[in-house]
């Protein structure tokens, strides 16, 4: 199957909700949904791109452990040490910051965590330069999971599933004929599920389900399309059926695999139910640009809003609405500018890497 544009599309409108939630989080006017804007659902929605994107890879790369790891090193690591350094240095400045910021729902908590991060300085500079800040156990570092560059909990959460994704997947295919493959899987969920509440938020297990999403969507459209549309069974209506389940059951996830189901259909049966309409949405230029570095803007964009706050603060903005509109305008112009160049000259250097490393081997035979 083609290389699905929209699924980028869809990672740049999400890093886009995560960021304007974030916003929507800091200034000093009271909404009356929730003060970030579920821009949780956002993360929800990444990680089912995850399970995708992985599920893509292992099966039609058939790369060894050793290359597949070192290029997923080389995709999330270089940006993310750059924005952590930043965060770093920014942290105590944060403090002083969230101090003395004059409201915002999410001042409280982010003050917090600011002191807890410097509180437990080198184990939270250790635990994410490597990664595995949300699989730490809360009792040992508290708030450990948002410190520094509080997003980046999700980062480490992606970190912990592309560490075992290529056993999962390979224990998922072998499920279908080997009893032995499903019942350790089965019982590896059980597990999960099970330890998770000991964890931070960012542990694996209290994920699993949406990366399960994501690595059935991949089975899905490249093993059951073919299958059903072969018995001329149209996939929309299917698609609706399950979107309106969802909600009957009012399941907490209902909004992020409800839009991923919707960005799927676009992508299977654009020309049924509108979907054509989102399907140019998420090809648009613009939003394709914006998914590209996607990943640049979802690291960056606190330390952005943070420096803007600074910003607005030393200027003397008062006004409750013209803070909010600048510090808008600057996070977002700010991330943009920040995010442009740090995809340019530093992610897309270290995805070339990567490319290069997984063809030597070919090259050489």
Known sequence: ????KEYDGLRGLMALWVLVGHWAATIYIQFPWPANLGNAYAVDVFVILSGFAIATLVERKRETYGIYITRRVLRIFPVYWFYLAISIALAWVSVDMWTNAAGGEATSNRLQISIAALDNFWPNVISHVVALHGAVPRNMVPNGEYAFLGQAWSISLEWQFYLIAPLVIALGVRAASSFKAGLVLVLGLFVLSYISPRFPYSFIGRYSAFFAIGIATYFLVNVGIPFLTQRRIVIAPIAMLIVTALILLQLPSVLPVSIWIVATASVL??????????????????????????????LSHMAVLVLAMLVLEKAGITSTYLHAALLLIITLAGTLIISIASYNFIEVPFQRLGRNLATRPQAAE
């Open 269 to 298: 049966v654009p020309s049924q139910f509108g979907l054509s309409a989102i399907a140019g949405l998420l090809r648009w230029k613009p939003v394709q640009a914006l998914g590209q570095m996607s990943y640049s803007v979802y």
């Open 1 to 4: 199957m083609r290389h699905i």
